[in-house]
Nanobody, 126 residues
Framework: QVQLVESGGGLVQPGGSLRLSCAASGSTFSNYRMGWFRQAPGKEREFVVVNWSGGNTYYAPSVKGRFTIFRDNVKRTVDLQMYSLKPQDTGVYYC????????????????????WGQGTPVTVSS
């Protein structure tokens, strides 16, 4: 069992930067597949990025090159550094975790994850 708590959301102007943080409780954090999703108003929750051991990191095409995930297995945190933010990046950002290997390489659906945080809102607007 793991509990996830996100923080760091807020209002930022287009072109600005923001860093989100996800703090995890529970043991064997280093074994968990950790992801970030986001949900814009009136839309489905969508995949942003995932990371797991062995240097496995995959970004959604819409954020690749602008967002970076940072993981600290000692502190049990997963941060999402966001640069060059756009209004379409607006939404509630959720941290997600899975303790088992992904099925057949599937990692970008909400059903692929077992644990979720409560979300932190990000608004990109001038």
């Amino acid at each position: 069992q793991v509990q996830l708590v996100e923080s760091g959301g807020g209002l930022v102007q287009p072109g600005g930067s923001l860093r989100l943080s996800c703090a995890a409780s529970g043991s064997t954090f280093s074994n968990y597949r950790m992801g970030w999703f986001r949900q814009a108003p009136g839309k489905e929750r969508e995949f942003v990025v995932v990371n797991w051991s062995g240097g496995n990191t995959y970004y959604a095409p819409s954020v690749k090159g602008r967002f970076t995930i940072f993981r600290d297995n000692v502190k049990r945190t997963v941060d999402l550094q966001m640069y060059s933010l756009k209004p379409q990046d607006t939404g509630v950002y959720y941290c997600a975790a899975r303790s088992r290997p992904f099925n057949s390489g599937h990692f970008n659906a909400t059903d692929d994850y077992d644990y979720w945080g409560q979300g932190t809102p990000v608004t990109v607007s001038s």
